[in-house]
């Protein structure tokens, strides 16, 4: 089928829109490749401490013989459950590497947060940022010039967003991303919820909330609902930074092995010396970003992705932005329901025929840029390909089939939604974006009086004193990336989940961000501006109807507009100090918007290269 009408518009608005950036990038990559940082240009010295460690037969391979050379970023601990399988990765990697005659080397560590661990706590607030540090330890681990291939270990929330931005301004050099599986399934996410609910009621204590808990987070692998860390590897294989079909291959399973086994024998092959070189820098594209936000409304994918999303592409010189989202999300029909958009978990969802049976449909329904290059050798047609464990213990593909469930999956022709999973509402209090996979159609319109709070434990507190025993929209300011750092506001579903279920209209508004488990509360997040900023969310006033509606993709205050132009916006309260949140200070105040990814970093790496923009492109030293 061909390409659909306004996937190839938004797609060429994309590619005009960058045109200057992109091509800036582009020519420092081609900088990068010429002149930067390769083993072949280090000088004796340089070369003879890079060794020092190796053993005698690597240390003739790499600096003699001058054989391929791998570069793991690893961002392996043991305190989360996804990275700790990680810790037995490299010394794996090695022995497949050598295998085709290469070798692989740790490049360097990057830290690694658990949003599941520092959710309501005060070290949520360096979660966002986090991502900022891990591109920076990416960039670090990359400095030291030896690679001719980058693998990226990582999984969860920012990691692998981190990961990505910092390996694409080492573009130059071709990288893939290589998981580590989810875990197997345990309590039922609806019964967690349930339980969580109960709790919160004061209807169970604390010690059979923990059981419901500990049977849900029970061992290594990724947490297996459908958000931001296993939307992160979806938007990897829509990327084309992963071999086919390795998202969801359980961890610790031969198959996973052999994955792993067959990523590190590619890498390899498109490395710099191998025999099909693909540069990160040309496999994201336009066109692959374009299928990544696709995959994410297809899939009704974490809210996170759209700050990740703007963010990764702006590595790589690629500016989009919500409307983007929300033109692509109007054709993109709705083919998965996983929690929190249904109660089956990703397990199931790959059973029944996961990633590889969606991007089938997505691409026969013309929805794809099936030209967009990847690491796999036959581009994104491999991606519509089950992975299996041959005879020979290696890894072989067979093609997708459809959904064996369709209350899981289905294909493009019959569809849970016409429209995709992920929602763009606007209005006087600004934009943001709305998860409505996860919403029941009879509340996609909420429109009810607001209750305004600065924290999220204070909307707890009114949960708890019977406050918000009624329709109320609840608007909870100063949660943006200048304003604390963008925390995650995944604690207040449970209290909010409450009075829905009493057939209370509820919502919630705020500036800042949800887990990619935002549940079945209506929420608009990430709006901006942000009130720390004078956003219009800063003039909303306890009693003020507001209005959220999916349907129109209105966010509205329900008033006169003189009153509106005249009031003054409330200066949020600005907790900043304490678990280390003040060394982020400076973050906090460079951040951009979240629609433009909310990266400090980015946002002052931008304003250096527009000024030394003529220079890069001249190919002049700076």
Known sequence: MSLNSVVESVTSRIIERSKTSRRRYLTLMERNREKGADRSRLTCGNLAHAVAASSAADKQELVFEQRPNLGIITTYNDMLSAHEPYGRYPEQMKVFAREVGATAQVAGGAPAMCDGVTQGQEGMDLSLFSRDVIA????????????DGVALLGICDKIVPGLLMGALRFGHLPGLLIPSGPMTSGLPNKEKVRVRQLYVQGKIG?????????????????????????????????????????????????????????????????????????????????????NAIVGLMATGGSTNHTIHIPAVARAAGIIVNWEDFAELSAVVPTLCKVYPSGPSDVNKFNEVGGLPTVISELSSAGLLHRDAPTISENGLDDYAKRALMGNDKNVVYTPAKPSSDVEILRGAKEPFHPVGGIQLLQGNLGRGVYKSSAVADNLLTIEAPARVFQSQSAVKEAQKAGELHRDVVVVVIGQGPRGNGMPELHNLIPSLGVELDQGFKIALVTDGRLSGASGKVPAVVHVGPEAQVGGPLAKVRDGDV??????????????????????????????????????????????????????????????????????VEKGTEV
């Open 136 to 147: 920076q330890s990416t960039a670090v681990g990359l400095s030291h010039a030896m690679y």
């Open 206 to 290: 604390k010690d059979e909330l923990m059981k419901a808990e500990m049977a849900s987070y029970h061992s290594e692998g990724t947490c297996t609902f459908y958000g931001t860390a296993n939307t992160n590897q979806m938007m990897a294989e829509f990327l084309g930074l992963m071999m086919p079909d390795s998202s969801f291959i359980p961890v610790d399973t031969p198959l996973r092995q052999a994955m792993t086994r067959a990523s590190v024998h590619r890498l390899v092959e498109i490395s710099t010396k191998g025999k099909d070189p693909r540069p990160m820098a040309e496999v994201v594209n336009e066109k692959a970003i374009v």
């Open 546 to 615: 507001i209005r959220v509606c999916a349907r129109t993709g209105k966010l509205e205050a329900l008033v006169d507009e003189k009153e509106w132009a005249a009031r003054t916006p409330t200066k949020p309260h600005r907790a900043t100090a304490g678990t280390g949140r003040e060394l982020f200070a400076l973050m906090r105040e460079a951040a951009p918007s979240a629609e433009e990814g909310a990266s400090p970093m980015q946002f002052m790496m931008d304003r250096e290269l527009e000024e030394i923009g003529d220079d």
